[in-house]
């Protein structure tokens, strides 16, 4: 037979919070056995689908995406039509990921040129400093077209 985990275990094994866990199985993300006692008992592949929920939250998933999206294991046979929407919605989130790695890189670069900017301030730098907020304010604009396109004073470009 089986080894079944009991919640404490379980919230042991990854570090999970026990209320997290009955979260999980409240809007039946993870639904694990109950014993004659009501006591929950996880099985292996319970483990595997919280340790990929884990991972996916890691990934930036929220709870409502995985749960509509990634039910792999509970169906009988895999339809091909879901399997090319969850890959179709999984291109789109890694889309999504790389922009803002983009965002990240350029907000990084503003902030080490800004320090820099800052410790021998002189107008070399701040002129360097200048233009990459320039560029950034063109990123803004392009993503969020409601941002005033006035410029700011006399840094505009």
Do not use: W
């Not at 079944?4 to 379980?10: D, T």
């Not at 890189?105 to 730098?125: I, Y």
């Amino acid at each position: 037979m089986e080894k079944r985990y009991s919640i404490q275990e379980v919230s042991r094994i990854l570090g999970m919070p026990k209320d997290t866990l009955r979260y999980y199985d409240r809007i039946g993300i993870v639904s694990p056995s109950r014993e004659d006692n009501r006591y929950r008992r996880y099985s292996k592949d319970d483990l595997i689908d919280l340790m990929n929920i884990q991972i996916m939250q890691y990934a930036d998933f929220s709870l409502d995406e995985i749960r509509g999206k990634f039910g792999f294991r509970k169906m009988e046979k895999i339809d091909p039509a879901y399997c090319e929407e969850v890959a179709a919605f999984l291109d789109a989130k890694n889309a999504e990921t790389r922009k803002k790695i983009a965002h990240l890189e350029k907000v990084s670069l503003l902030l080490d040129v800004a320090a820099e900017t800052l410790r021998d301030f002189n107008n070399k730098s701040d002129q360097h400093l200048a233009e990459i907020v320039r560029e950034i304010y063109k990123d803004i604009q392009k993503e969020e077209p409601g941002i005033s396109k006035g410029g700011c004073g006399k840094h505009q470009g």
